[in-house]
């Protein structure tokens, strides 16, 4: 398992060298006739080979955002588990979040680092504060809300150098995402992590719900 952890951290080209494609789009990936992730969302296509991502954003970073070991009581006795949260981000407009589980916590992120990667998704980024209108991508575009579970969020655009101003796992998610100024609220089981990681995610993707075709040809 060590081996393929080490694959999913080297950039593009070393990928290429190792990796044996098992899809129809991994393929056209590796012979060149896909160059961009924005090809794939165009299309439509859905990315089963987490490689396809290390290879088309050979950008990007991942960050353990939660990890816990789970122990549940059966006839056979103790049995325990860990479960893990990862999310991978270019820091400019592409946001991962996935779990995993695993006897072995290294396991558990492995699984949770490929699924984040299976669930990229693109953020719309702007300058959607009234106090800045810089036209800068750094912040949110409008104000977006996310829930999962009893968790949710919202999201503010906020002015240019006013940072993040959020909870360290808000502060990981969307620094990972490329926003560097926004301002939150929460409310509910903030403290829950998973859930309130996946409402950032969430809000996030929310950001897309409003896209005009417009935005696809810029
Ligand atoms: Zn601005």
Redesign the pocket.
């Known amino acids: 398992m060590r081996k393929r952890r080490t694959r999913y951290r080297q950039r593009g080209r070393d990928v290429s060298e190792t990796w044996i494609p098992k899809t129809s789009l991994g393929r056209m990936i590796q012979e060149g006739r896909i160059t961009s992730i924005e090809e794939i969302f165009n299309e439509g296509l859905k990315i089963r080979e987490p490689e396809i991502v290390d290879l088309l954003l050979p950008d990007l970073q991942e960050e353990v955002v939660y990890v816990t070991l789970v122990q549940k009581q059966t006839d056979a006795g103790e049995k325990s588990q860990f479960k893990a949260i990862v999310a991978v981000g270019n820091r400019d407009g592409y946001i991962g979040l996935g779990g995993g589980k695993a006897k072995q916590v290294r396991t558990a992120i492995e699984k949770a680092a490929a699924n984040a990667r299976l669930n990229i998704g693109f953020v719309r980024r702007g ?1 959607g ?1 009234w106090e ?5 991508p ?2 949110m575009l409008f104000q977006t809300a996310g829930k999962c579970g009893g968790a949710e969020i919202v999201l503010v655009p906020g ?2 150098g006013l940072g993040l101003v959020a909870s360290e796992t808000a502060k990981v998610i969307l620094g990972l995402a490329g926003i560097r100024d926004c301002w939150t609220r929460s409310f509910g089981a903030t403290r829950t992590i998973p859930s309130f990681s996946y409402a950032i995610f969430d809000a996030l993707r929310k950001s897309y719900s409003l896209v005009t075709p417009g935005d696809w040809v810029r």
């Not at 800045?132 to 800068?136: F, K, L, P, Q, V």
């Open positions: 300058c504060s800045c209108r810089c036209g800068e750094h912040s002015p240019r």
